[in-house]
């Protein structure tokens, strides 16, 4: 009764390495989306708050296709959302096709929200698919351990999207095609991918979340009659998941600019530092993952959300590398945010956690209207002072972690 609960059992190793590499693909696709912000500025002649619709195209995705993942989840599995998700990732590249040749910033949104249904699919599927492979006690390590690759791939995406896209930029250019040729390969890549999964035999399981036989497990559902949006700490982590992806959405679709119009930068080199700045999250996510064995990973998230309300208030100041190592260290503390609120979210739902895990994820919602917002300061009052209006999302993180995480029988 007292041995320590594994981090997942042999079953489910395979299966464990691939789900996770699926967290690893939506970085990427994540990541390259704030490098194409940029590159569109360029050749579609596009200003900041206009060129956010690229975050509002995918984060949108994510809003719309949130509850019809769960529900098809629920209907048809854990490896039938994979392959559905990674189907609309790839149809979503290879439009990307026929929106290069009509050089339509309209139809690549359209291209955007389709691979961004897929990413939300993915992700509504992939995090309680990791959570139920082995037990509860050691779901958030299994979650944050998972994240911690799609901060690898948030450390490829800018990388590949400047090397494509940015590294022959030329003024008044508005040739489209290494868009065209880099979101084609993507497409194939998924594919493969997608077809490579559908031989995987997935162990049957039966989900710890829905049904937990272990006395010492902390998902057990205290309250199996309480309708989902009565569970109060489930409703705060939408409200935080919301606020937590605005935040990160903001940051990352203008830490370009930054780099360009605050340090001098070239576009290129300034997406080579948004590697280091991907690289800054997942180092926070392998501490993070540490830390959480000897610190509750509610009190771990609301240190990291007061450190970012610093951290913002320092790059707001535009102090040259003072601000610049500010704008860095908020990826260090943005890393266990999302995996934390969401496995925070989902405790002790029972037969409610699929259903949870969609409304959480449509949550990311935020990140599809927060650009705009900092678009149009950064337009107004230049982009530095930008950085002022995230401090209102992670005083909100703040709370959920300090206060609102609690269960409720």
């Known amino acids: 009764m007292n041995q320590k609960p594994l981090f ?39 200003t900041k ?27 048809f599995g854990y490896k039938s959302g994979v392959l559905l998700g990674l189907s609309l990732f790839a149809g979503g590249a290879f439009l990307f096709v026929p929106a290069a040749y009509t050089s339509s910033f309209g139809f690549f949104g359209i291209a955007l929200f389709i691979l961004g249904c897929g990413l939300s699919t993915l992700e509504t599927v992939a995090h309680p698919f990791v959570a139920s492979l082995g037990d509860q006690r050691t779901s958030d390590q299994r979650i944050n351990f998972a994240q911690s690759f799609n901060a690898v791939g948030a450390m ?13 930029n030329t003024p008044g250019s508005t040739d489209l095609t290494s868009v065209k040729l880099l979101y084609v390969a993507i497409g194939v890549v998924i594919a493969i991918i997608a077809v490579s999964f559908s031989f995987v035999k997935v162990p049957q399981t039966i989900d710890p979340h829905a049904s937990v ?13 309480k309708p989902l949006f009565r569970h109060r700490h489930f409703v705060w ?55 959480m064995k000897i610190i509750a990973p509610n009190k771990l998230l609301a240190t990291y ?49 699929q259903q949870a895990s969609s409304f959480i994820s449509m949550g990311v919602v935020g990140g599809a209207f927060f650009p705009f917002i900092m678009g ?21 993180i703040f709370l959920f972690g300090y206060r609102f995480y609690k269960v409720h029988p």
């Open 237 to 291: 982590a939408v409200i935080a998941q919301f606020f937590n992806v605005a935040a990160q959405a903001g940051t990352w679709a203008f830490f370009i600019n930054y780099g360009h119009e605050k340090m001098g930068f070239s576009d290129e080199k300034a997406a080579n530092y948004m590697v280091l700045f991907m690289g800054m999250m997942l180092g926070g996510r392998f501490i993070g993952t540490f830390l």
């Open 8 to 46: 997942t059992e042999k079953k489910y190793l395979v299966t464990l390495v691939f789900v996770t590499s699926l967290f690893m693909l939506w970085g990427i696709a994540i990541t390259m989306a704030d490098v194409l912000n940029k590159h569109f500025q360029h050749v579609l002649n596009l």
């Open 376 to 396: 149009k300061a950064a337009d107004s009052y230049g982009i530095e002072h930008a950085y002022y209006l995230p401090i209102l999302c992670y005083m909100v």
């Open 49 to 75: 708050s206009q060129s956010a619709f690229v975050q509002f195209a995918v984060f949108g995705a994510y809003f719309v296709m949130g509850v019809p993942a769960g529900l098809f989840m629920k209907r």
């Open 156 to 168: 490829l995406g800018p990388y590949v999207g400047s090397y494509f896209l940015l590294r022959h």
């Open 305 to 353: 959300a007061a450190a970012n309300i610093l951290m913002c208030i320092i790059v707001a100041q535009g102090l040259g590398w003072t601000s610049y190592l500010a704008l860095l260290m908020i990826n260090f503390f943005f890393s266990i945010m999302f995996p934390t609120i969401f496995s925070l979210g989902i405790k002790n739902l029972g037969a409610h956690t």
């Open 213 to 225: 036989k272990d006395e010492g497990a902390v998902n057990v559902d205290v309250a199996p009659n």
